[in-house]
């Protein structure tokens, strides 16, 4: 069995070759996502990011890697590209410039620290997204681009088969979304997971956009609607991020866009992330109870199921 050591020094040599560097040092594994790992490093004196593939994870890296440098070139705040590819780093791969600063919602939301960048958190992501915005998602190959109500439609069908459930608010939910579906009259490329936890936080407020892997094309209300998800405030009574509101949300979109916004499309986009953030909440939970694999963690996830149950009464009975 290869030793962790091994696992490093292997790892070390294949990042110097591909970057053409003498020297990484310092190679740390962080934290990361379901389907990501990531590393920390330093090639040449200069601190970089490594992140890669896990196993069984079929999506195409490349597609990420032109979003993040498609989002670089629009002016979005993001890591800078610096090499992409498949091989002896792993199957799929990314290496980023490192950026200071904090994802961890809690303490954005309360140090004091953070106190000015809270409040100029909102007007700095609504810039963000409009730059993001401005670039035309099918010049991207690979970007897929999804009726999502569908998706999630056909994703919790088979879910109540496979678990032997029903949820009857989900079921009510989704017809009030084809309902009130709103005519799509622009899209573009959308980050599709725009929230605390996926924006790096320095002082001075936002300095860096992560995690494209549910980058697609769709319409741009998309990324603020899941912005203002209750789930994303993290205990806050302010409805964007937990640190603003929509007025301001939705006037500095308007003034760094151009573009003219509708509140009840936002608040459409809204209730179906709510929506979605429940599904995705069974799906985890459903690898434990369905024995593929079994984890505290995803079986306790299943509680939000609920939790998201009765934010979405609140968001259908909210008034802006």
């Not at 099918?138 to 994703?155: A, C, F, H, N």
């Not at 939705?250 to 599904?279: F, M, N, P």
Request: charged share 20%; glycine share 10%.
């Amino acid at each position: 069995m290869t030793s962790p050591q091994e696992i490093s020094a292997d790892l070390s040599a294949a990042l110097a070759t591909e970057l053409g560097v003498a020297s990484v040092t310092d190679l740390a594994r962080l934290s990361g996502g379901a389907s990501r790992e990531t590393w920390g490093f330093v090639a040449d004196g200069r601190r970089l990011i490594l992140q890669r593939q896990r196993f069984g994870d079929i999506r195409d890296m490349g597609v990420e890697a032109r979003v993040v440098q498609a989002a670089f070139d629009a002016g979005v705040p993001v890591p800078e590209l610096i090499a992409h590819g498949s091989g002896d780093i792993g199957s799929g791969f990314m290496i980023l410039s490192h950026l200071d600063g904090e994802t961890i919602a809690r303490k954005i939301l309360r140090d004091e620290q953070f106190s000015q960048a809270r409040q100029s958190l909102v007007a700095q992501s609504a810039a963000a997204l409009a730059s993001l915005h401005s670039i035309d998602g099918t010049k991207i190959d690979g970007l897929p681009s999804l009726d999502q109500v569908q998706q999630y439609r056909e994703t919790l069908d088979n879910l109540n088969v496979q678990l032997g459930q029903s949820h009857p608010t989900f079921e009510l939910v989704f017809r009030w979304l084809e309902r009130n579906r709103p005519t799509s009259i622009r899209t573009a490329l959308v980050h599709g997971d725009f929230r605390l936890g996926n924006l790096m936080i320095d002082a001075n407020g936002l300095c860096g956009v992560l995690d494209w892997e549910l980058a697609h094309i769709g319409d741009p209300m998309e990324d603020l609607g899941w912005l203002c998800v209750r789930a994303w405030r993290f205990g806050s009574r302010l409805p964007v991020a937990g640190v603003g509101d929509y007025e301001t949300l939705i006037h500095a979109y308007q003034e760094a866009s151009g573009v003219s916004v509708d509140r009840e499309v936002v608040r459409w986009w809204e209730v179906l992330g709510t929506l979605k953030w429940g599904i995705m909440c069974m799906v985890q939970t459903s690898s434990h109870l369905l024995g593929m694999t079994r984890s505290h963690e995803l079986a306790a996830i299943g509680r939000r199921v609920c939790e998201n149950e009765y934010d979405l009464f609140l968001a259908l009975e909210e008034k802006w």
